[in-house]
């Protein structure tokens, strides 16, 4: 069905039989229901804090009582792709999904200071993320907000010695840092 078909349709429709089928949305799917759930309660800073924990726990997990042994870190971007992806979607403002997406990356940085990575596919998928957060804050005008912290990425991959800081400083000479 097209968005015209749909409109066409929706207006031939009672406000009663409107009411019934968005409550039926709602009920019957997932994603609606959250949607609307975050549309008329936000808690845009719990929703962060939480999302910022499930990242963490991804280079840095936490011991489930009960259990011998510590457990290893999945370093998983995969995982916070699908949250800013969700705040994306959920229309979450700009500036928490920036902070999110650097956060990602900070998380990354501070796992990789402690501990050798040998997986290239880490330092390239950091990257990744790295150059999907900066044309997003390009692309909402909110760059200068962030500077000081892409300076920090940059600074911790300098300190670091990662092999693709090249790939990283492209990037900064191409926004005149």
């Given amino acids: 069905m097209s968005k015209r078909d749909l409109k066409k349709y929706l207006t031939e429709l009672s406000k009663e039989q409107l009411e019934e089928q968005l409550i039926e949305l709602y009920e019957k799917f997932s994603p609606v229901k959250v949607y609307y ?16 924990v499930k990242i963490s726990h991804e280079y840095f997990p936490v011991k489930k009582p009960n259990t011998k042994r510590r457990p290893k870190a999945k370093m998983r971007r995969s995982v916070a792709q699908k949250i800013i992806k969700h705040f994306i979607m959920l229309g979450v403002d ?31 998928s950091i990257f990744s993320s790295f150059e999907q957060a900066v044309n997003f804050v390009i692309s909402n005008g909110i760059l200068t907000e962030f500077k000081a912290r892409i300076k920090g990425i940059h600074q911790e991959i300098l300190q670091q010695k990662w092999k693709n800081k090249y790939d990283f400083e492209a990037i900064l000479d191409k926004i005149d840092f």
Avoid: H
Wanted: avoid cysteine; glycine fraction near 0%; hydrophobic fraction near 40%.
């Fill in 94 to 124: 700009s500036f928490i999904i920036a902070d999110l997406m650097f956060y990602n990356i900070e998380i990354a940085q501070t796992y990789s200071s402690n501990n050798l990575i040998k997986q290239e596919l880490f330092y390239k």
């Fill in 37 to 52: 759930d975050f549309v008329f309660n936000p808690k845009e800073d719990k929703l962060l804090q939480e999302s910022k």
